[in-house]
């Protein structure tokens, strides 16, 4: 396989985003990571959506959106797997790249969330889990996660203030993200004393619904060496794996195989290991998954993630910052969006152009991006070269 | 890239299947291919599938099918690109398998259509089309395929007999397949006399709502030949592209231009031009979308694909046999398998497995799926080693 490396990205501002359709917020974005590889020839492209089916009504995106891109007739593919769509559509490029079919890859993911009303969105994200066997009995996201929530307390005695301890660094971390969606501070106090969605679970353990797209363009090292300008970003190990999709399935609810299989196949890929990665962008759909994902990749023991974020080991001055982008939780969760987020902001660290929140000199990040209520995930590693 | 061949199909009976739900479609054309490979070790899978969330209320079939195949926890993504979606995980089984990432892919598409009552299953469909710029102003795919066909009568002649002739032929193919939705011969005037839905077409030149699901097991060409017993069954060519998915953007009607441009990028890497093809399965969602394509596709000249329908050109016996399976149209559309069946029907000709309606001798083979209105295609040219 050839190797592969990220030359530029581009993500729009992630929020409400009323007065832009689904093909507006994917484009400019696609334009952003364009223009910051300085370059236009694209041989294909893919884009991760959970459901825009459901969302606004538009399948077919693959062409769809490379017509408004302007790049008809090139090769475009739409890939979907949940919340993990994005971070599949990266892999699905890199294994482009990698194969010699293409040398210059555009990869995206967006979502369009808030062109339903009422519960439309809580039905559609209901999608993402078992139909016959927990939606159709009435199980939501929150509802699920907070079972996983209530579990780990059992099991390892993670508190209250741990789950909030989460919300508060990435709300530190957002607020500091001039593209996040909300770039208020929290307190424990806030978090804890949110609304209730599902207990342990209020609203500020929970991700918000959000429009948003990001994008990436991939090219071989060879060819990015030719091209770009940019300091080069090397996808060093692609993780992908699933898990059973409901939750009564699983032998364990407080951890999350896909995720420990995804990222075992990505650092043997990469040729590293959890204390080699400098920080993180995890996928914190809820404070419970932020904390659980923080094991399961390894960085810290079983029951011990809820103990980090609260003494500070997760902070942008921690030993293992995560979330520096305000993760899902701040940033947004345009849920198709989110895995290609994840790898704008690890290549803009790397390329030391984080801003307010720039870590000191980062050699190697990875993404974990997760489908669901873990079903699936997509773990990446990069290092700048 | 390694060179990649197909070891294994598998395809369950197509029709209304009112006591299957999409799971048990998928699996059950999976293990068909799984034994007709004679392997077990799957590394990873594609599932092509246009729109389970607005059909069935279920995404994240990736890790749904995965979970029900009990191939957990490898890695799997759902591709789609509405119609087209089954030919690009074809595709993407390919570039995985060309890379040297995996060894062996399953590669299947699956759509459950009859699940929706009323108007649900036309909405659904209409999701391939532009939402803003068609579905919103009353467009449907019947519609969109009138007025390419209004147009083509004008521009060139063709006639209501021509469109009957498509219909007959792929009826009569239909008939000696036993796994064909339909196995009911037609004539050129039970098919101009049937019911109107889009004027110039009457409801039998319109394929069919149908469920169903097929399957094909990827290798490489060295691991094939350790691990299979079936006649080696090489894919030398692989194309994909996009057009403009609103009519009213495209220079022409008359000619789909992703088919074009697709059918290029797959001859050219085969090394192989139009009249080295010896059969095709073509996507004939509509009579004249066969038409079309034939002519798109460099079989014959534009303007005469609905002389060579109605000469037999494209019949059994036909210098260029076309949809020897029944096609769409009598085979059915479960719209995410069709690619992924259009491959098991060349598979089985090539391995001179296709019982009544088996071809003398083919060697080469092409398969030509396409998304919504024609907005994206995906062509494949295969060959008996």
């Not at 300008?229 to 898990?243: C, E, S, W, Y």
């Not at 902070?315 to 198709?336: M, W, Y």
Request: net charge negative; aromatic share 4%.
């Amino acid at each position: 396989m050839r190797e592969v490396c990220v030359i530029g990205v581009g993500m729009n501002k992630w929020g409400e985003l009323w007065g832009k359709s689904i093909r507006d917020i994917f484009v400019e974005s696609a334009l952003l990571a364009i223009k910051d590889a300085g370059v236009d020839k694209i041989d294909s492209m893919y884009v991760g959506c959970m459901t825009s089916g459901l969302f606004v009504g538009q399948e077919h995106l693959a062409s769809l959106l490379a017509d408004y891109l302007g790049k008809v007739p090139i090769p475009s593919t739409r890939v979907e797997s949940a919340c993990a769509s994005g971070g599949l559509a990266v892999r699905c490029g890199f294994i482009e790249v990698a194969s010699g079919m293409s040398d210059v890859v555009l990869v995206g993911g967006v979502e369009k969330m808030t062109d339903v009303s009422g519960d439309g969105a809580t039905y559609a994200l209901a999608t993402a889990a078992d139909q016959e066997y927990e939606v159709f009995h009435g199980a939501t996201f929150p509802g699920l996660y907070a079972l996983m929530a209530k579990r780990h307390m059992h099991e390892f005695g993670t508190t209250r203030d741990m789950l909030s301890a989460v919300a508060v660094k990435n709300h530190d971390n957002g607020s500091k993200n001039p593209l996040a969606q909300f770039q208020s501070k929290t307190t424990l106090e806030g978090v804890a004393k949110a609304v209730m969605v599902a207990d342990p679970l209020t609203l500020m353990d929970c991700s918000p619904i959000t429009d948003g797209a990001a994008c990436a363009i991939l090219a071989s090292v060879d060819k990015a060496k030719e091209i770009s300008k940019n300091p080069l970003v090397k996808i060093l190990g692609v993780g992908n794996a699933t898990d059973r999709i409901a939750l009564h399935s699983r032998k364990s609810l407080t951890t999350l195989n896909a995720t420990v299989e995804a990222s075992k196949r990505a650092y043997e890929m990469a040729g590293k290991s959890p204390k080699d990665i400098d920080f993180a962008e995890v996928h914190d759909c809820f404070t419970i998954a932020e904390i659980m994902v923080t094991e399961d990749l390894g960085f810290f023991e079983k029951g011990k993630g809820g103990h980090a974020a609260l003494e500070g080991k997760t902070a942008l001055d921690g030993e293992k910052p995560i979330n520096t982008s305000g993760g899902l939780k701040s940033k947004g969760h345009p849920v198709g969006a989110t895995g290609v987020g994840q790898i704008a902001e690890v290549v803009k660290q790397l390329r030391g152009e984080a801003g307010e929140r720039q870590l000191k000199n980062p050699k190697v990040g990875l993404t974990q991006n997760m489908g669901g209520s873990g079903g699936s995930a997509v773990v990446h590693i990069l290092e700048v070269m």
